[in-house]
Nanobody, 127 residues
Framework: QLQFVESGGGLVQPGGSLRLSCKGS????????IAWFRQAPGKEHEGVSC????????NYGDSVRGRFTISRDDHKGTVFLQMNRLKPEDTGVYYC????????????????????WGHGTQVTVSS
């Protein structure tokens, strides 16, 4: 079974930055459309950002647009989420999710098309 591994989470002060990474365990990500979701305690998963197969398009949730940037380095087999100007409300477990190949239109931020999920990495924004 394909495994996706997130890293880069941690504790950061408000206004700080973190960069999350998502890699495939034993395979490259270039065939996949990749999304980041987050889940705060007691809340549903929220779509944060996604990057389509071959980086043909990207998409961002309203709460992170202008602060977060998603990118992919298919040579390294890694998708990155650069998170700047972090706020306490960005706290949560961040999950990498994937679906093979392209999806119609702009990559979506709802969970339904993504059939591979990592175990998550904790991000805590607190002073």
């Amino acid at each position: 079974q394909l495994q996706f591994v997130e890293s880069g989470g941690g504790l950061v002060q408000p206004g700080g930055s973190l960069r999350l990474s998502c890699k495939g365990s034993g395979f490259t990500l270039d065939y996949f459309t990749i999304a980041w979701f987050r889940q705060a305690p007691g809340k549903e998963h929220e779509g944060v950002s996604c990057i389509a197969y071959r980086a043909s398009n990207t998409n961002y949730g309203d709460s992170v647009r202008g602060r977060f940037t998603i990118s992919r380095d298919d040579h390294k087999g890694t998708v990155f989420l650069q998170m700047n100007r972090l706020k306490p409300e960005d706290t949560g477990v961040y999950y990498c999710a994937a679906v093979g190949g392209p999806v119609p239109g702009i990559c979506p931020l709802d969970k339904s098309p993504y059939n591979y999920w990592g175990h998550g990495t904790q991000v805590t924004v607190s002073s």
